[in-house]
């Protein structure tokens, strides 16, 4: 009984990380410029649609950008902005089920 007792908050706490784990994901992908080039130092914001909260990374060498810990039941807006130029804004819905979704950003003139 004693041993039951111990185990059981164990098992509650890796089901509840288990949990936690199942619901949240990650977005990354590039952002180029028109031409279709790697553009590093551009501002890459992600919007929480619900709370309005933004958060930004700024590009890698490779134009990389990467969001990680996002919540699976909220939908996000994505845009990328460098010098006056912005990409046209993508949504990441709670309908896209991938755990890691790649959503790439084209640079355009404004």
Known sequence: ???CALLLPASMAFAQK???ETNVRTVQ???T???GEAVNGAVVQLKNIKTLQI???ITKDNGA???HGLSTDVDYELRADYQGDTSGA???STFDSRKTAVMN??????
Do not use: H, P
């Not at 950003?105 to 404004?110: A, D, F, I, N």
């Open 90 to 92: 993508k949504t990441l």
């Open 1 to 3: 009984m004693a041993v």
């Open 65 to 67: 950008y990467y969001f």
């Open 33 to 35: 410029d028109a031409s």
């Open 18 to 20: 288990k949990k936690e």
């Open 29 to 31: 992908g590039t952002v």
């Open 105 to 110: 950003l084209k640079l355009s003139k404004k």
């Open 55 to 57: 958060r930004s990374f």
